[in-house]
């Protein structure tokens, strides 16, 4: 897996240690995952707009219309089918959960 290196604002950082604590996940893995909703939103927005465009071209006044009346929950539909609406906390990388844990014998 390649590497990147970027800058963040103090607050930013702030926001994301705190977001990290919070979900018991790395900060790494919790950026990864918001480029790939940003980028996956792009692609879904880049195709939308194709869509228009093309509906546009053709001058279905209806078909815009009704497009435009179900993106909403189009949107919702598919943030709930690919899991991005609700996730569940992932725990850290080498973290031992509970029942995992080995326990001592009473005496």
């Given at each position: 897996?390649?590497?990147?290196?970027?800058r963040l604002p103090d607050d930013l950082e702030a926001?994301?240690?705190?977001?990290?604590?919070?979900?018991?996940?790395?900060?790494?893995?919790?950026?990864?995952?918001?480029?790939?909703?940003?980028?996956?939103?792009?692609?879904?927005?880049?195709?939308e707009a194709k869509i228009a465009r093309a509906a546009?071209?053709?001058?279905?006044?209806?078909?815009?219309?009704?497009?435009?009346?179900?993106?909403?929950?189009?949107?919702?539909?598919?943030?709930?089918?690919?899991?991005?609406a609700v996730a569940e906390p992932r725990r850290r990388?080498?973290?031992?959960?509970?029942?995992?844990?080995?326990?001592?014998?009473?005496?």
């Amino acid at each position: 897996m390649p590497l990147i290196s970027l800058r963040l604002p103090d607050d930013l950082e702030a926001s994301l240690q705190r977001e990290s604590a919070r979900a018991q996940r790395p900060k790494s893995e919790i950026a990864r995952d918001a480029i790939a909703e940003y980028l996956d939103r792009r692609a879904r927005e880049r195709f939308e707009a194709k869509i228009a465009r093309a509906a546009r071209f053709r001058g279905n006044a209806e078909a815009i219309e009704v497009a435009a009346e179900a993106l909403p929950f189009d949107n919702e539909s598919l943030e709930l089918g690919e899991g991005l609406a609700v996730a569940e906390p992932r725990r850290r990388y080498g973290a031992v959960r509970q029942a995992e844990v080995p326990r001592k014998k009473k005496r």
